[in-house]
């Protein structure tokens, strides 16, 4: 076997010059590729696809800066247009399967996952309409309007989007296009998809692709359902209740955390700004764990967190410290409190749990 179709070969020099910045080596290891018959779908889903989840594993660890991990995203983000780049453009307008829409939750960047399902589509033989990130549900719906889409393929990697996502699902379903969701922000097993009454979960590219090649059938456009119909537990209020008081909650724990934890006193400006970012995270993974009444969507967060903070040199202990500040804030809301102490213990006990998406 060459080294040129070995998909770990592969994979190691691609790491090599993303990591290296060298954007014009890392479209030449798929050139390369290519000229050896190593085909697409195999270079995006085995080769630039785990280079990818390499480098938000290697931000996670502190072995890759942030600026890094901005730059080799980028360049992997080129591979994959270089790639596309190389069909005839007719190719990719005929749809000879059908249309599809492809888009980010509202609110969420990390596009690269929803980037490979369109690109693994069009290979497939469908015409997909790819709108990117963080597109607006208003705008969506506008757009599924207007061409009238078989299915509409949602992705999301942060759970904290997945409010924004719930609307997104029921507003499609209300004008009768069917929901294939995925990524990491779903649940790995796709809980949190059908939780919130999508039609259908995907692992992954090519379950999606099988997901439509067997049809899906267009739900009745109706009168968009209410949160509450699909998760009861939201009649509490608590959840609207803890998610308004969100402002007043980050300020009183970074506030408090000053007097109950003495070396934030020594922060500078720039760690206090993070402390702050990080406390805002914190409520809202919580809040998100009351959308969906779900401890353990706080707790895989938490001892992810931890783990990111130790690797920075900063105690996973301030994390104990500041969730028993927000129990304070939150006496009265017994969901929030199971949850809070389910977190402390998650983190005393040094429990790992899956990364969310890196931020």
């Given at each position: ?207 999606a692709a099988a997901v439509l090649e067997a049809g899906l059938r267009r739900p009745a456009p109706s009168v968009t359902r209410q949160a509450v119909d699909d998760l009861p537990h939201l009649v509490d209020q608590e959840y609207t ?119």
């Amino acid at each position: 076997m060459s080294d040129l179709t070995d998909v770990s070969e592969l994979r190691r020099r691609l790491w090599e010059a993303v990591v290296d910045g060298d954007e014009y080596g890392a479209v030449d290891v798929v050139d390369a590729a290519l000229a050896e018959s190593v085909d697409e779908e195999t270079l995006l889903l085995e080769v630039i696809a785990p280079v990818q989840e390499r480098i938000g594993s290697e931000w996670a660890a502190n072995r890759i800066t942030v600026a890094q991990e901005h730059a080799a995203t980028a360049i992997n983000e080129r591979v994959v247009a270089a790639l596309a780049h190389r069909r005839p453009a007719a190719e990719g307008r005929t749809g000879r399967l059908g249309r599809v829409t492809v888009s980010c939750v509202d609110g969420e960047w990390h596009a690269f996952p929803a980037r490979l399902v369109s690109e693994v589509l069009r290979l497939r033989g469908w015409r997909v309409d790819f709108l990117g990130a963080q597109t607006p549900t208003p705008h969506l719906i506008a757009h599924l309007h207007h061409t009238n889409p078989d299915a509409m393929l949602l992705s999301g990697s942060i759970p904290t989007h997945l409010p924004a996502a719930h609307t997104a699902i029921t507003a499609c379903q209300a004008i009768g296009v069917p929901v294939v969701t995925g990524g990491r922000a779903f649940g790995p097993d796709g809980r949190y998809a059908r939780a919130l009454g999508a039609d259908r979960w995907a692992a992954d590219a090519r379950e999606a692709a099988a997901v439509l090649e067997a049809g899906l059938r267009r739900p009745a456009p109706s009168v968009t359902r209410q949160a509450v119909d699909d998760l009861p537990h939201l009649v509490d209020q608590e959840y609207t209740t803890v998610a308004q008081s969100r402002p007043r909650l980050v300020k009183q724990v970074l506030t408090d955390l000053d007097s109950r934890f003495p070396a934030m006193r020594a922060y500078s400006d720039a760690q206090r700004e993070r402390t702050a970012e990080d406390i805002a995270h914190l409520v809202d993974f919580l809040v998100t764990a009351l959308y969906l009444d779900d401890a353990s969507l706080f707790t895989d967060f938490l001892t992810w967190t931890a783990g990111i903070l130790e690797a920075r040199g900063v105690p996973a202990h301030s994390l104990v410290t500041g969730l028993r500040i927000l129990a304070d804030q939150l006496h009265d809301f017994p969901r929030s409190l199971g949850m809070i102490e389910a977190g402390t213990d998650a983190i005393e006990g040094d429990r790992p749990g899956p990364a969310p998406a890196h931020e």
